[in-house]
């Protein structure tokens, strides 16, 4: 790989996350380069960048998903650098490959950690290697084949996607008698999704807990940055992060991000990265699931409690920089939480709600951060993701960040569509949720 400073960087997406990698670059001095749509020419990023390069029009296929466009637009603006920030090809290795034979750095891990972190059921067994424990499951490449796999595993269960990702291709079964039917609507999304329509069993925990540690590695030495808990979900997506994960003895937190760097190590792991795994709710046994290497949507919450700049991070190491931090300097202060703004009726089972967004009125104060690209006029296209924002607290204590949330979603007013605000509100309010530690069962007994 190329190595030196980065003077030009391609952002190759969109959204919150393309401003939030923009802002980081700027302050070092990086110029940088918009990769948008057409649908996204005139976005808050689009105006903050030092240029747009247009990648094609609104629909993804067309756009931000297709290898030959981003890395012609990123060829054609003198770029340096790329960074894919998450989602769209973040973690496509054809698009990594296809950046350094262009003579371009990838702001991520090398292709071969791609390569095995894409393919789940590589991953498991890469994890296995290292020592992690996995659930029971496994591959099944037939329906015959998923079927025994069924009857060794016991129900319930899941079947996931072997290119899976963000609870697409994902489906809970409980019963024998609906395996087939879960598994045509499985194997259709992870088709559509993903252009694979493979996918594997696994077992199902019924009272589980999200659990992920940030890691930081530069292919020779690899830390982690403390864990996060994001148990509360909607299908399998996130929808409220906290770091540290609260309600959970210290040896279980040790032991998580133990694995997790064994495995970073192993990988030889260079850039961000987060490992994810399933805790047992009740004796905190835990089962490595996935290794996503890229930055995450939830990473402001570790960036609150550790006061590291994680993009910046990103950027050193892709100019071919070691670490600069040592675990002994990761000292995590206080708690964070995010709750992410989304333009979707949680009342009418969470459907997308694009458009103008006539008023956007962010909170802001003393631990108080918000990540968003959406302001008063702002366009929530009907092509992506429906994430408009994310509204991070951080306080001394989880009681304090649980106040400042309380405060916060208070002032939040988005007017022009629908959004998942009054849900947060509801969230927060929750006993279960002030107490802290719940599991990924919790969005069903929220009271309405």
């Known amino acids: ?39 996204d020419a005139a976005s808050l990023p689009a105006k903050f960048v030092d240029h747009v390069a247009i990648v094609g029009p609104g629909p993804s296929s067309q756009g931000y998903l297709s290898v030959e ?20 090809l973040s973690e496509n290795a054809t698009f990594a490959r296809a950046v350094l034979a262009a003579g371009m750095r990838f702001v991520g ?41 069924a009857a060794q595993t016991g129900y319930p269960l899941l079947l996931k996607a072997v ?42 925990v019924a009272r589980g ?4 540690v940030q890691l930081l590695g530069d292919g020779t030495s690899a830390i982690h940055l403390g864990t996060r808990d994001c148990s509360i979900q909607r299908r399998f997506q996130k929808l ?20 997790a760097v064994r495995l970073a190590r192993h990988l030889g792991y ?53 670490l600069g931090l040592t675990q002994a300097m990761i000292r995590p202060v206080g708690h964070a939480i995010e709750v992410r703004i989304n333009a979707e009726d949680p009342d009418a089972d969470f459907r997308p709600s694009p458009g103008t967004v006539a008023r956007a009125a962010w909170p802001a104060g003393e631990g108080v951060r918000v990540d968003s690209h959406i302001g008063n006029g702002g ?11 994310k509204l991070i607290v951080h306080g001394a204590t989880r009681e304090q960040a649980v106040e400042r949330l309380t405060r916060a979603l208070g002032t939040l007013q988005i007017d022009g569509l629908p959004t998942t605000t009054p849900l947060h509100r509801r969230i927060v309010k929750d006993p279960r949720f002030i107490a802290g530690g719940v599991d990924t069962g919790f969005l069903a007994g929220l009271a309405q």
Do not use: W
């Open 1 to 39: 790989m190329t190595s030196g400073t980065i003077k030009r960087l391609f952002i190759a997406n969109r959204g919150e996350i393309a401003l939030r990698i923009a802002r980081t670059a700027r302050r070092m001095g990086i110029e940088t380069v918009l990769g948008a749509s057409e649908a």
């Open 69 to 88: 466009r981003v890395v012609a637009a990123a060829v054609g603006a003198g770029c340096d650098a790329v960074h894919p920030g998450y989602g769209f």
């Open 109 to 149: 891990p090398d292709i071969a950690t791609l390569e095995g972190m894409g393919d789940k059921l590589a991953a498991r067994a890469l994890a296995v290697e290292a020592g992690l424990p996995v659930l029971p499951g496994g591959e099944a490449a037939t329906r015959a084949d998923v079927h025994t796999r």
């Open 163 to 204: 290119s899976g990702g963000g609870g697409k291709g994902m489906r809970r079964v409980d019963r024998a008698e609906d395996l087939d039917t879960a598994l045509d609507m499985a194997q259709a999304e992870a088709q559509a999704a993903f252009g694979n329509a493979a996918v594997y069993v696994e077992r199902f």
């Open 209 to 212: 807990r999200h659990v992920e």
């Open 240 to 259: 409220v992060e906290e770091a540290p994960a609260p309600a959970m003895p210290e040896a279980a937190r040790a032991g998580i991000e133990d694995a």
């Open 270 to 322: 260079r850039g961000a990265g987060t490992a994810e795994f399933l805790v047992d709710a009740d004796d905190f046994s835990f089962f490595f699931l996935e290794l996503n290497a890229r930055i995450q949507v939830e990473h402001p919450v570790t960036e609150a409690i550790t006061g590291v700049d994680l993009v910046e991070q990103q950027l050193l190491v892709a100019s071919g920089k070691s």
């Open 379 to 389: 366009e929530v296209p009907p092509f992506y993701d429906s994430l408009m924002g």
